[in-house]
């Protein structure tokens, strides 16, 4: 009799532990953060903050994103893949996480060991653009302007080692053309710059606005295909160039050991939100193509991604580690 009450109260102990297990279980059951590790109001801010806001609705739980710039984006990222593989921090990262470990001297963290691919959400064209005013009409004569007066053009660009300034040394290598690079610290600077005349050109995903405010002209885009935001614009690769092809995307990652039924559920909601309407409309005005893909094709894509880069910057002599 002792012996069965002795089992009885162990039973009983155990079933609330056990209850507890299963709620734990359940995800999500509590808010999940969505990292963005840039200032406020660029694309990757914006895109988190609309894809965040439906996620939450349809999981039942807040989507709450946080921004945490620095380093180029490093400091989100590593904060990221150090957080607990449990499903509830989620990097909403960049093209930039393929290109940084061929630019930084040293990398915190390792992208394919510390980071899982999650979703892809979207694809951005840069556009090569000029100032309205300027005589140049084409990406052929931009060349033929280039090669007539080597080293007086000058493209302006986000920073080193940003996709803008890829473009340029793309551009400059597959062109066979000299241009001055002139780095600022944003896309506004940039762009002021182009339209006050002090620089010729720039590579920019923000500048759609300015093209159809008639105060820059697009030349081309960068991506293999037309934006379908501005699919009057060529691409770099019609435009004379063929093989051109830089495209900024965005996309979710989560610390690598996040259980994969949690990985799936994720990427089923986000590609489920991209095919909304009004977010396919939102996206357009931003000059964003969803994109919607599996993890597995998303994966892939990454390690491409990283290959392209690394030659692209071990090809151009550039010299931009920090």
């Avoid at 019609?238 to 610390?255: K, N």
């Amino acid at each position: 009799m002792k012996m069965l009450t002795m089992l009885a109260g162990a039973l009983l102990v155990a079933l609330p532990l056990s209850t507890v297990h299963a709620a734990d279980a359940a995800y999500p059951n509590k808010p999940i953060r969505f990292v963005v590790p840039y200032t406020p109001g660029g694309s990757t801010d914006i895109l988190g903050r609309l894809i965040g806001e439906r996620l939450g609705k349809r999981l039942g739980q807040p989507v709450v994103v946080e921004n945490r710039a620095g380093a180029a984006g490093m400091l989100g990222s590593d904060a990221v893949a150090k957080s607990p593989a449990d499903g509830y921090t989620i990097l909403i990262g960049s093209v930039a996480n393929t290109i940084h470990p061929f630019t930084f001297k040293k990398m915190p963290f390792n992208l394919d060991k510390d980071l899982v691919p999650v979703v892809q959400f979207a694809s951005v064209p840069n556009f090569l653009v000029v100032n309205a005013a300027s005589p140049i009409m084409s990406v052929q004569q931009l060349i033929a302007a280039a090669k007539a007066k080597p080293g007086t053009l000058s493209f302006a660009s986000t920073g080193a080692g940003a996709t803008p300034h890829l473009s340029g040394e793309a551009f400059k290598s597959m062109a066979g053309i000299d241009l001055v690079h002139v780095p600022y610290k944003g896309s506004g600077p940039a762009l002021a710059d182009v339209l006050g005349g002090q620089v010729t050109m720039t590579f920019d995903n923000s500048a759609l606005p300015l093209v159809k405010a008639g105060q820059l002209r697009a030349l081309a885009v960068t991506t293999p295909k037309r934006s379908s935001a501005a699919p009057d614009i060529p691409t770099m690769a019609e435009s004379g160039l063929p093989g051109y092809d830089i495209t900024s995307w965005y996309g979710a990652w989560a610390p690598a050991g996040t259980p994969p039924e949690i990985l799936k559920l994720l990427h089923a909601e986000i590609n489920a939100i991209l095919a909304m309407p009004d977010v396919k409309e939102r996206m357009l005005t931003l000059g964003a193509d969803p994109v919607i893909i599996t993890q597995p094709q998303f994966a892939e894509y990454v390690r491409d991604e990283q290959a392209k880069w690394k030659k692209l910057i071990q090809d151009s002599g550039m010299k931009i580690e920090m």
